[in-house]
């Protein structure tokens, strides 16, 4: 299952280097203060998390994102 981002956050991974072709690995960070780390960014689309396809939030309890590049457990 993926969560696709809204336009909201087009400008941000814009700006932000790529970790690989197409994709972007980084730590999301939600509302409530939980993060995720290794999340998978493919064309504006969350694709896995730590190497899981479950994607345990929704856009709407997303905060904030921050580039890391960490590809452990990489799974696009």
């Known amino acids: 299952m993926s969560v696709k981002l809204s336009e909201r956050w087009s400008a941000f991974f814009q700006s932000q280097p790529e970790t690989g072709m197409g994709y972007v690995i980084v ?9 995720f780390e290794r999340v998978c960014v493919l064309g504006g689309v969350i694709t896995s998390v730590d190497g899981k ?4 939030c929704t856009e709407a309890e997303i905060d904030g994102f921050t580039v890391t590049h960490d590809k452990q457990n990489f799974a696009p």
């Open 27 to 35: 730590t999301a960070k939600l509302k409530d203060g939980r993060q």
């Open 53 to 56: 396809s479950h994607i345990p």
